[in-house]
T-cell receptor, first 113, second 115 residues
């Protein structure tokens, strides 16, 4: 079963614009993570936000978490063509000894030069 | 160079044959994972191992088997019982057994095609 649902499924923007991607989930979490995947490659971790945090920054990335709405957003500012990739949110629904991540289906971001 | 390696990058198999995908890490991580990725489906967990000589089924374990005899190695066998094995397979690791609490590091993936 997939916990995270990303929105939109696909996003196309012009270089220099900001990209905002959203993730909603259904059950309580310990943390939420965002990953990037370039076509045909493995995933790369971008940022982890814990359930007691509301906002985190990493370079041009800004992640927010609203546990009351069970949602998160990833903002990429001043996008570049190299940001073209698929982006996944993943949630840690801790259930005791077998803590594991559950991934959403991903958002395809295209940044036009 | 520290990281996770998967081999081969592309693999072709005839129906009815078992095939083993390799995953090796030199990060000294306790936990390792196997995911399957199909177009439009995201990642689905096949098996995971939190410690050497122990592993658990994920969401889609049927038709797959694993072993974890060494900390750095977690091979995945796709058996002939797996009805639709054509997919992109990703191996990952995390520093400790609480795999969801920390980031996961991914290998480059193996694309398996059944002919």
């Amino acid at each position: 079963s997939q916990q995270g649902e990303e929105d939109p499924q696909a996003l196309s923007i012009q270089e220099g614009e900001n990209a905002t991607m959203n993730c909603s989930y259904k059950t309580s979490i310990n943390n939420l993570q965002w990953y990037r995947q370039n076509s045909g490659r493995g995933l790369v971790h971008l940022i982890l936000i814990r359930s007691n945090e509301r906002e985190k920054h990493s370079g041009r990335l800004r992640v927010t978490l609203d546990t009351s709405k069970k949602s998160s957003s990833l903002l990429i500012t001043a996008s570049r063509a190299a940001d073209t990739a698929s982006y996944f949110c993943a949630t840690d629904g801790y259930t005791g000894a077998n803590s594991k991540l559950t991934f959403g289906k991903g958002i395809t971001l295209s940044v036009r030069p | 160079d520290g990281g996770i390696t998967q081999s081969p990058k592309y693999l072709f198999r005839k129906e009815g044959q078992n095939v083993t995908l390799s995953c090796e890490q030199n990060l000294n991580h306790d936990a390792m994972y196997w995911y399957r990725q199909d177009p439009g489906q995201g990642l689905r967990l096949i098996y995971y191992s939190q410690i050497v000589n122990d592993f658990q089924k994920g969401d889609i374990a049927e038709g797959y088997s694993v072993s974890r005899e060494k900390k750095e190695s977690f091979p995945l066998t796709v058996t002939s019982a797996q009805k639709n094995p054509t997919a992109f397979y990703l191996c990952a690791s995390s520093i400790d057994r609480w795999g969801g609490r920390n980031e996961q590091f991914f290998g480059p993936g193996t694309r398996l095609t059944v002919l």
